[in-house]
C-alpha cells in the first residue's frame, strides 16, 4: 500500500504497526502530534496504573520498547520518513516511563513532568539533541533498523532529563 501524503485513520488501521507507531491515532493530531501523543500517554497510563503493579509496567515497557521499535521502524521505512511527527510511540513509551519512575505524585508534579518532558523532547538541549543527532540518516543509507531505534532513542534520554530535574527538585 503507497502511504497517503497526510496518514489518516484509515491508513493507520491499515496496520497494527502502524496503529502503534501512531500512538493508537494520537499521532494523527493535526497540530503538534508529540504533545498530543504525550498527553495520551498519560491519560492512558493513569487508567491502566490501576491495574499493573510495578512487576507488569516494567514488562510493559519492556514490550513496548521492543514492540514500538519494530513498529517506529516499519512505519518509517512506509512514509520513506527517517522520523516522521506523527510516530508518536517514542513520547508515549517515555512519558510512561517517566510516571513510572516517579509515581506517586501529586497532579502538580505530573504535570510539571509533562512541562519538563515535553521541553526536553521538542528543544532537544544537550544530551537529547546528541541523541536525536546520532541515529539520523547518512548519505545513501535507507530507512531501517538504525533510525527506528532513533526515533525511540532521544525520547528515553529526554524522558532520562526529565527524571533528573525531578530527583534534583525533589532533593532540594
Avoid: N
Amino acid at each position: 500500500m503507497t502511504p497517503p501524503r497526510r496518514p489518516d485513520l484509515r491508513y493507520v488501521l491499515g496496520h497494527p504497526a502502524r496503529w502503534i507507531a501512531f500512538g493508537l491515532g494520537s499521532g494523527l493530531a493535526p497540530r503538534a502530534p508529540g504533545t498530543i501523543g504525550t498527553l495520551w500517554a498519560w491519560a492512558a497510563f493513569l487508567v491502566l496504573d490501576r491495574w499493573l503493579d510495578a512487576r507488569a509496567w516494567a514488562l510493559v515497557l519492556v514490550a513496548g520498547l521492543v514492540l514500538g521499535w519494530w513498529a517506529c521502524t516499519r512505519t518509517a521505512r512506509e512514509l520513506a520518513v527517517a522520523d516522521p511527527g506523527a510516530i508518536v510511540w517514542d513520547e508515549v513509551l517515555a512519558f510512561w516511563l517517566v510516571l513510572w519512575l516517579m509515581l506517586p505524585a501529586s497532579l502538580l508534579a505530573q504535570a510539571v513532568a509533562f512541562a519538563l518532558f515535553r521541553f526536553f523532547d521538542a528543544v532537544k538541549p544537550g544530551p537529547v539533541g546528541w541523541a536525536d543527532r546520532l541515529y539520523k540518516l547518512r548519505p545513501g543509507e535507507s530507512i531501517g533498523w538504525r533510525q527506528g531505534w532513533g526515533i525511540l532513542f532521544d525520547d528515553l534520554v529526554a524522558a532520562l532529563c526529565t527524571l533528573l530535574v525531578i530527583a534534583l527538585w525533589r532533593s532540594w
